[in-house]
């Protein structure tokens, strides 16, 4: 059974950082996609950030356009772990956010969510 785990969430100020991780376990996922999406309240989950396997074994990573130049996707395969950096956070950001991982570059795989409130 696949399970995919954040952690990190919390409260902070607004201009802040914090950093979230996603620890999969019941599968690998070296070659698949792997990202962050995020809930505000009443609205819909949106994409925030992805990591895509490519030939040559390298990976690309993809931002949504408001999180562009303050956040950062890692990952670490040999953890089947992804990691987002989030620096310069901003009340906007305050969110359920959930860790995704897919077969090949569709998201199949879902976290429960964490939490993170930025205060203004």
């Known amino acids: 059974q696949v399970q995919l785990v954040e952690s990190g969430g919390g409260l902070v100020q607004a201009g802040g950082s914090l950093r979230l991780s996603c620890t999969a376990s019941g599968r690998t996922f070296s070659r698949d996609i792997m990202g962050w999406f995020r809930q505000a309240p009443g609205k819909e989950r949106e994409f925030v950030a992805g990591t895509t396997w490519s030939f040559g074994n390298t990976y690309y990573g993809d931002y949504a356009d408001s999180v562009k130049g303050r956040f950062t996707i890692s990952r670490d395969n040999a953890d089947n772990t992804v990691s987002l950096q989030m620096n310069s956070l901003e009340s906007e950001d305050t969110a359920v956010y959930y860790c995704?991982?897919?077969?090949?570059?569709?998201?199949?795989?879902w976290g429960q969510g964490t939490q993170v409130t930025v205060s203004s």
């Open positions: 995704a991982a897919g077969g090949g570059n569709t998201y199949v795989y």
